[in-house]
């Protein structure tokens, strides 16, 4: 079993920050690529900051210069700064980890999914 929790979100005024964690738990080899998506009210799911399989990076233009994504894998956590929110900035964050794990489903790469944290930004 995995678990892909994130944690962080909240409440905030346009301009300040907070930072997401996203842990991966239980049954992980070794984490091949993350992700954070967001999803607001209305909208589909985007992508927002990645690491890839290779060990860059990349950004939403929306959120370039503002956001920063880190991690440490040793702890299997992955972080997201958010700095100078803004209100659209304002959806549920979710954390998408790409591991490799026990072999089931015909592969030993798997995907899995967060329950997603909440950031709300107030004008």
């Known amino acids: 079993q995995v678990q892909v929790v994130e944690s962080g979100g909240g409440l905030v005024q346009a301009g300040g920050s907070l930072r997401l964690s996203c842990a991966a738990s239980?049954?992980?080899?070794?984490?091949?690529?993350v992700g954070w998506y967001r999803q607001a009210p209305g909208k589909q799911r985007e992508l927002v900051a990645g690491?890839?399989?290779?060990?860059?990076?990349n950004y939403a233009d929306s959120v370039k210069g503002r956001f920063t994504i880190s991690r440490d894998y040793a702890k299997n956590t992955v972080y997201l700064q958010l700095n100078s929110l803004k209100y659209e900035d304002t959806a549920v964050y979710y954390c998408?980890?790409?591991?490799?794990?026990?072999?089931?489903?015909?592969?030993?790469?798997?995907?899995?999914w967060g329950q997603g944290t909440q950031v709300t930004v107030s004008s």
């Open positions: 690491f890839t399989s290779v060990g860059s990076t």
């Open positions: 239980g049954s992980i080899f070794s984490i091949i690529a």
């Open positions: 998408n980890v790409e591991a490799t794990g026990p072999y089931y489903n015909g592969s030993y790469y798997h995907d899995y």
